[in-house]
Structure formats: structure tokens, C-alpha cells
């Protein structure tokens, strides 16, 4: 669930890491990060994008409203949801930065201070009770009140994680894992630290802090723990606690649980959860969540409604199937998700959101445009990357061996899987295996 001290022997690069490579500098990054925000917007193919952080992951009803009405006037009439549980409008015409800041600002979606707007990146258990949301909110609150941590980068990711281990499993900086005392487990740089429950929050920041503090001695750019000297061994968290007033006694890593997030469908304590089918939804599709007191955002690109129980909650869960979410466990389109690709995506390769089918075999699967493979699972996942039109090289990252294999996908109404590509060379692979496309 927490993750140990990553070994130090070299490794074979996984996805999405290839651009950290050290440069000859020694340098890791030789930029600040180019992170979009809602108001710092990314020019893409199909116009601006912003991407809105949602700190604890909770929507009112009236925000929703409000960004319905947002991608309808200034955008594409669609959002897509973010693998951390953030929100993006695109297709935003030239100009409308101001405009849209303001309709933000006004329905309390963004800090007091712009310096900060891209500093709230948080994770939080989608189930969470009162207490963990009340931390989160405290964590974002403090991260907002002090200058220097605008000095963290777009990437740097806290989890606040209500002890299940769902959001804890998914890479943060910084992790706080809710204990059943009523206490937290802090988790930075393979080090884990028993804290009483008030003062979680502030000794996520203290660790945040201490990042910092080691990425300013280190001077190579890094803008994650994972990309320090040593993953961050030298990172004085200890210190910085100490500092913050915090007390904090040293515990061992917890072992690792099942962290399966939420799926879709009726769940226990009165929540209905929904998933969107590729992480994109209407305008519509985002109205039909309504009416609710309040929604929340899942990093697995789903919402989910507390507080409905009995009829009422599965004649929501059907209303919300007729608005195109997937509703069940076992819909094919479950796990499977796609980044932007062509034609939002100058890199990308193809149209992966056309292509994307479920071929998981049961895991998760991503369809990306390019080697980058924004928005990834983690995990045990099945990649699907584009190696040109239609084409596209499958992989299954599992702890078991295995091999790559070359497809191509089929757009045909009566048989909409893939086919084997014999033109292409399948590679073989210490870290994979390969899936048939029959494995749906
Ligand atoms: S994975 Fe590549 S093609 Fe897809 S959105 Fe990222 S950069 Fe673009």
C-alpha cells in the first residue's frame, strides 16, 4: 500500500518515465514544469485546455452547474476527467482565459492566491468520512496560506487515504494514510511516521517541505521525490517535523493491501458510483448527476454520490446509466481509458479514443497516442500504444514475464477487436506477457 524504500540498482525505465532521464548536466529537469491550470491554459490541437485541480475531490451542485455552463459557452460541450481526480475543460476558444477565471473564482473553485492554482494536487480516498476530508481540506488550506510552497512543482502529489489504501497505491509524494486510532501514518521518501490526527496536515506539509529543502541542495530540477538523488534518502523529514512542532514517532511500513478503487454500481454506506466511459462526459452527462448535495471526483474517472441508500439510489444508478456512465462492474468499458490522442493531441500517433476497445482480459487498459502514455494506471495494467495508424503494440506490465505484441485494430461494426499485425517484429520482453484480443 505505502511504498517501501525503492531499491537503488538501476531499472528499465517504465512508462511515462523516459522524459526524467538524467540529462548530461546532471540535471533531471532543465525547465520548471509546463503543467496546465485553469489559469495558465495549454494551447492544444483543438484549442485551449485547463485543467482545474480539485483538491478534495468534492463538487457542489452548483459547481457542477457552473462547469456544465462553462464547456457549453467557452469550450467543447465535454470535460474530461484527470487520473488524479482533476477536471478538464478544452476546446476553449482564444481569449476566454479571463472570462472563464472569473466564473471559476466565483463558484469557489479556485484559491484566493493564482500563485497557488497549480500547487493543490491531492488525491483523496473517494469514500472518505468526515474526518479524512476535514484533513484534506486543512492539508489544501495550509498548502494556500504559505508563499513558499509555491515553489513545488505541477506534478508534486499528496494522497490523503481514509485507511483502505485505494489512493495510497497511487504513487503520491507525499501519502497520509488514516489510522484506526484516529491518527495518520505520514509516508515521504520510503520513511513513515506514526502523527497524531490534528497535526496530519501539517506534517504532510513539513514533508513537503523537506522536498524542497532537498531539491534546492540537490540542484538538478527535480520536481518529484522519485527524481532526487538517492528517491529522496537524503530528504530531512525527520527535521522538518521536528521544526513544525510535530510530533512524529518513526513506524514501519505498513504491509501491502488489496486497494481496488471503487467500482461502479451500489456500494456500501449509502454511495452510487459511475464511471465515465473513457474519462470524458457531456455537458449533460455532467448535469445528469444532479440533483445531489454533493459529488465527488474519483482518480479513476468516476464520480460517486454519498448519501442515497434503498430505491431511491438504484433508480439514480439506472438514470444514470440511461445518461451514458458506466454503472456496472462488469461493463467491458470498466478499466478501460484513453489519453487525448488525435486530433487534441499534436503527438499523438492516432485516434485513440476512436480505437480504444476493452481488451484488458479483466485488467486495466490504456490506449495512448504516443510513448508517453499520459494518465497511465498503475498497478497491473494492459498498454496499448500507438505505433502508427491503427496500429498499435500491446503490452501487459505484471509482475510475470512475458512479450510484446503488435496489433491492429479493427473498425468493424460486426467484429471490433483487433487483429494480429504480421507486418510487425513482436518483441519479447523479461517484464510482460502477452494477452489475446478474445480476452475481453
Ligand atoms: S500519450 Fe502522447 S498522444 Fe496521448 S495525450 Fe499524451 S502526449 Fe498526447
Request: hydrophobic share 40%.
Amino acid at each position: 500500500m505505502l511504498a517501501a524504500m525503492p531499491p537503488e540498482s538501476p531499472k528499465r525505465p517504465q512508462p511515462g518515465e523516459g522524459h526524467i532521464r538524467k540529462r548530461p548536466s546532471g540535471r533531471v529537469r532543465d525547465r520548471g514544469d509546463a503543467c496546465p491550470g485553469a489559469l495558465k491554459l495549454h494551447r492544444a490541437d483543438d484549442g485551449a485546455l485547463a485543467r482545474l485541480r480539485l483538491p478534495t475531490g468534492v463538487l457542489t451542485e452548483r459547481q457542477i452547474r457552473v462547469l456544465a455552463d462553462a464547456a457549453d459557452r467557452l469550450g467543447d460541450g465535454r470535460l474530461s476527467l484527470t487520473s488524479r481526480g482533476n477536471l478538464e475543460l478544452r476546446g476553449l476558444g482564444e481569449g476566454c482565459g479571463l472570462g472563464l477565471a472569473e466564473l471559476l473564482r466565483e463558484a469557489g473553485l479556485l484559491p484566493a492566491s493564482e500563485a497557488h492554482e497549480r500547487i493543490r494536487n491531492m488525491v483523496v480516498s473517494p469514500l472518505a468520512g468526515p474526518g479524512v476530508q476535514a484533513a484534506a481540506r486543512e492539508l489544501d488550506a495550509l498548502l494556500c496560506a504559505r508563499a513558499w510552497t509555491t515553489g513545488l512543482s505541477g506534478r508534486f502529489l499528496f494522497a490523503v487515504d481514509d485507511g483502505r489504501g485505494d489512493v495510497a497505491a497511487l504513487g503520491a509524494d507525499v501519502t497520509l494514510l488514516a489510522a484506526e486510532d484516529d491518527g495518520f501514518l505520514l509516508a515521504a521518501a520510503g520513511r513513515v511516521y506514526r502523527i497524531a490526527g490534528p497535526d496530519a496536515p501539517a506534517a504532510a506539509l513539513a514533508a513537503a517541505r523537506a522536498f524542497l529543502s532537498a531539491a534546492e541542495t540537490a540542484g538538478t530540477g527535480a520536481w518529484r521525490i522519485a527524481e532526487l538523488p538517492r528517491a529522496g534518502r537524503e530528504m530531512d523529514v525527520t527535521g522538518q517535523l521536528a521544526r513544525a512542532g510535530v510530533a512524529a514517532a518513526p513506524a514501519p511500513v505498513p504491509p501491502t493491501r488489496s486497494c481496488a478503487p471503487p467500482p461502479p454500481g451500489l456500494l456500501a454506506g449509502g454511495f452510487v458510483s459511475v464511471l465515465a466511459r473513457l474519462g470524458r462526459v457531456t455537458s449533460d452527462q455532467l448535469r445528469a448527476l444532479l440533483p445531489a448535495p454533493e459529488i465527488r471526483v474519483t482518480p479513476w474517472r468516476g464520480f460517486v454520490l454519498p448519501g442515497l441508500a434503498g430505491e431511491a439510489a438504484r433508480s439514480r444508478l439506472m438514470e444514470l446509466a440511461a445518461a451514458g456512465y458506466v454503472t456496472e462492474v462488469h461493463s467491458p468499458w470498466a478499466g478501460v481509458s484513453a489519453c487525448t490522442g488525435r486530433p487534441g493531441c499534436a503527438k499523438s500517433l492516432a485516434d485513440v479514443r476512436a480505437d480504444a476497445r476493452p481488451v484488458g482480459g479483466g485488467l486495466p487498459v490504456h490506449w495512448s497516442g504516443c510513448e508517453r502514455r499520459c494518465g497511465h494506471p498503475r498497478g497491473d495494467w494492459v498498454d496499448m500504444v500507438a505505433t502508427g495508424e491503427g496500429a498499435y503494440r500491446q503490452t501487459v506490465h505484471t509482475r510475470a514475464g512475458g512479450s510484446e505484441v503488435m496489433f491492429h485494430v479493427k473498425h468493424d461494426q460486426k467484429d471490433p477487436g483487433l487483429a494480429p499485425d504480421v507486418s510487425r517484429e513482436t518483441v519479447p520482453g523479461p517484464r510482460t506477457r502477452p494477452t489475446s484480443p478474445q480476452q475481453r
